[in-house]
């Protein structure tokens, strides 16, 4: 046999790769992430200037609590805070380094769920690039470390505890974990509490199932609504720690629309390769009875009510893994290996490419 015969294709190539990180998790996404941590952390330290400069926007959020400001959206985490934060002269210094913090924490409880719950398979391609994707791709723990200070990586963990909870039966704890969700960052009513519903859905059918449903859906709904109505305050809109105060100073829908072509074109591309993702892991005609389809379409809807289009395509793909895992470990389900169109989204989704920001992808080339 000649030695062309016997190399192995680029496909051959990229599934051997996609493998070996996968089957590495743990030190992949570690390494990944602490080139993050050096360039978005370092630069923070090596600013010479205020941290304001550098995070203002997520720095605010730990700033807003319910016993100054009443009753307001994002102001568990501040109300918890409260306390601690008053002790200090520059909170700001305090809030980064909790920022920190909870960044990296996440980031550890990431690796050890994706190690419980999605397990690497030796010869499970799916799996492998789903493990891929978020060890080292635009829209796994990269970009968790890349966003840092943002609620969405504790809320995604508050999401887990929930379907946890659910799947236990003990539907009351997961309704306070969707109420809490919501009550931390808003968003959670689009792309957590859909989930922990279709799972609470899942777990419950039979006989009664809707009244046991019946908290989850009051946890969404009236936290969800308080938010909408009474959300706003303009004593946290005034507040001159951080720059994100304008947050609670705007209106409901807040569409945004990419920079340029380049940034539109990654767009679509990044959101097609997901959907593609979600068209294999719920094929066939039944999908549109499936709870969980529609769970995985919700985060969508995001981009009606802020201009974080990139943050939002996180959102949906970080949810589908999860529900994968669910599907797989409690659901007992499985897939079949991927035909080449979900390879090739895959394999897109596992570009070492940097992360993709906030309103665009790849923030650090388009």
């Keep these: 046999m000649s030695l062309s015969a016997a190399a192995p294709s680029p496909a051959g190539r990229a599934e051997r790769l996609v493998a070996h990180v996968s089957r590495h998790f743990p030190a992949w996404t570690l390494a990944a992430c602490a080139v993050a941590s050096v360039e978005r952390i370092g630069e923070a330290l090596l600013h010479d200037g205020p941290l304001s400069d550098v995070r203002g926007n997520a720095i605010t959020q730990y700033a807003v609590n319910w016993v100054e400001r009443g009753f307001t959206k994002r102001a568990v985490v501040g109300t918890v805070l409260h306390p601690v934060l008053r002790t200090f002269d520059n909170p700001e210094a305090a809030i980064f380094w909790v920022m920190v913090a ?11 769920l994706t ?28 970009q968790v470390v890349h966003d840092y200070g943002r609620f969405d990586a504790l809320n995604l963990l508050v999401l887990i505890l929930g379907i946890r909870l659910v799947l236990r039966g003990r539907t009351i704890g997961a309704a306070v974990c969707v109420a809490v969700g919501i009550l931390i960052h808003e968003g959670f009513a689009l792309y957590g509490a859909p989930l922990v519903l279709a799972v609470g859905w899942h777990a419950a059918r039979g006989r009664g199932a809707l009244q046991r449903l019946l908290p989850l859906g009051v946890a969404a709904v009236l936290p969800a609504l308080a938010v909408w109505l009474w959300g706003n305050s303009p004593s946290a809109a005034a507040l001159d720690i951080g720059t994100g105060g304008y947050v609670w100073a705007r209106g409901t829908f807040q569409p945004g629309a990419p920079d340029n072509w380049a940034e539109a074109l990654g767009l679509v591309v990044c959101w097609g390769a997901v959907l593609v993702l979600v068209g294999h892991v719920f094929r066939g005609g039944h999908r ?3 709870p969980l389809f529609w769970a995985a379409l919700a985060p969508i809807a995001l981009c009606l009510f802020g201009i974080d289009l990139g943050r939002w395509l996180t959102l949906t793909f970080l949810g589908l893994v999860i529900s994968v895992a669910v599907q797989r470990q409690a659901l007992g389900r499985d897939w079949p290996p991927p035909c080449r169109a979900v390879r090739l989204a895959g394999y897109l989704m596992c570009l070492p490419l940097g992360p993709h920001g906030v309103t665009g992808v790849w923030t650090r080339w388009l």
Excluded: K
């Design 102 to 112: 909870l960044t990296l924490a996440s980031v550890v409880a990431l690796i050890v």
């Design 115 to 142: 190690e419980r719950a999605l397990p690497h398979r030796d010869g499970d391609v799916f799996t492998a690039l789903l493990r891929c994707a978020l060890a080292v791709g635009s829209a796994g723990a990269v």
């Design 288 to 290: 549109l009875r499936e």
